[in-house]
Every structure is written in C-alpha cells, then in structure tokens.
T-cell receptor, first 116, second 115 residues
Framework: AQSVTQLGSHVSVSEGALVLLRCNYS??????LFWYVQYPNQGLQLLLK??????LVKGINGFEAEFKKSETSFHLTKPSAHMSDAAEYFC??????????????FGTGTRLLVSP | GAGVSQSPSNKVTEKGKDVELRCDPI?????LYWYRQSLGQGLEFLIY????????KSGLPSDRFSAERTGGSVSTLTIQRTQQEDSAVYLC?????????????FGPGTRLLVL
C-alpha cells in the first residue's frame, strides 16, 4: 500500500530564509503526489501535485517540489519564507481504494513556523 | 464558482447523541470524499461517493458512522451514539472525477466536540 512519511512535525525558519519540508513516499507503482496547506481553522488547499509529467513541479505562492524516484522523495521548497507561509503542510499520495477510486493517504503533517 | 461548503462549522454534542454533518460539493463534481482529522490519527479517509454508484465505506471506523449522498450532490455524514473519541474535524472534499491525478477540493470542515 502506498504511504508517505513527513520528517519533522515542526520546522522553524526566519522570514526570508529557505523553506524545506520533507516528504518520502512508498509506492509499488508510479505515484501521484500532492502537497496541501492548511491555515488555522480552514480546510486544505492544494499547493501543487505531481502527475508523472515534469519532475519539478511549481505551485502556488512560490512553492515548488521535485519528484526524485531514486530517493522516493517529494520535498517541498520555497526560496524565501514569508510570514504568511506559517501553516500546516501535508504531503499525500493517491492510492487505489476498494472500488478502483483513488483516495488520498496523508502524511502526519509539518507545521511551519516563520519568525520575523 | 463556490467551493465546497460544510455545515455546521462547529458542533458540540453530548456523548450518546446523534449528529449530522452536511457537505455541499462543487457543482458538477461527481466524486465526493469524507475525511476525519484528529490529533491522534491525523487525516483519515472515511467514505467515497462517485456519481450514483454504491459508496466505498471501507474507511468508516464503526457501524455508528454512515453517510448518504442525495441526487449525486449533497452528502450527509451521520454519527450515531457519539463517543468522545469521535471528537475531530470532519472534512469533505470533491473532485471532477475519480482519477488518481484529480485534485480534491476541500471544504472548511466541521469541528465536532463530544462532551
């Protein structure tokens, strides 16, 4: 079964610093991978997704992620953190459900803290 | 152009009572999902609907949980005889189709607290 592991429940950066949030996946088939962001008391918003086209995926708000098959990784990066990036970030893999649909299996999430 | 909406946004109930949570998906989306987000378990899949097909209930944690989707649109998640461990945020998502690359669009969630 497909799964994802997010290293680090909390990541702290200073405003303007590089953001790196780690995600490793486990999949026996080529995966579809997603990064979602959740702001306090809100639902999840898609940042970007990998669907086997380009390995470097650009998303909203300046985020990008690179699919590395050899490392089974899909780390999320942003060159310069902004205070508004403070939120919880979830990596997810699309995996087949019982009836052929695709459900999302989420990592445990990483809370990004940005200090001035 | 409205997104996924859920109601109520917050619900406080007493142990043993039944609750109903509502989800209005994006118009035209055929696939609808329910997830639960809790401190101990993270984000878990509960149930999936695709059009008028029978739902996939493989993620429901017990027979106290049920859901229906009327007319291929609005969905209601019902929890009977609520327990304190049911306290969580219940998220609904919809997508245009069921394909693996499809983006799921999430609602703001219903925060359930069982006293």
């Amino acid at each position: 079964a497909q799964s994802v592991t997010q290293l680090g429940s909390h990541v702290s950066v200073s405003e303007g610093a590089l953001v790196l949030l780690r995600c490793n996946y486990s999949s026996s088939v080529p995966p579809y991978l997603f990064w979602y962001v959740q702001y306090p008391n809100q639902g999840l918003q898609l940042l970007l997704k990998y669907t086997s086209a380009a390995t470097l995926v650009k998303g909203i708000n300046g985020f990008e992620a690179e699919f590395k098959k050899s490392e089974t990784s899909f780390h999320l990066t942003k060159p310069s953190a902004h205070m508004s990036d403070a939120a919880e970030y979830f990596c997810a893999v699309s995996t087949p459900g019982n009836t052929g649909f695709q459900k999302l299996v989420f990592g445990t999430g990483t809370r990004l803290l940005v200090s001035p | 152009g409205a997104g996924v909406s859920q109601s109520p946004s917050n619900k406080v109930t007493e142990k043993g009572k039944d609750v109903e949570l509502r989800c209005d998906p994006i118009s035209g989306h055929t696939a609808l999902y329910w997830y639960r987000q809790s401190l101990g378990q993270g984000l878990e899949f509960l149930i999936y609907f695709q059009g008028n097909s029978a739902p996939d209930k493989s993620g429901l944690p017990s027979d106290r949980f049920s859901a229906e989707r009327t007319g291929g649109s609005v969905s209601t998640l019902t929890i009977q005889r609520t327990q304190q461990e049911d306290s969580a945020v219940y998220l609904c998502a919809s997508s245009p189709d069921r394909g693996g690359a499809e983006t799921q669009y999430f609602g703001p969630g219903t925060r359930l607290l069982v006293l």
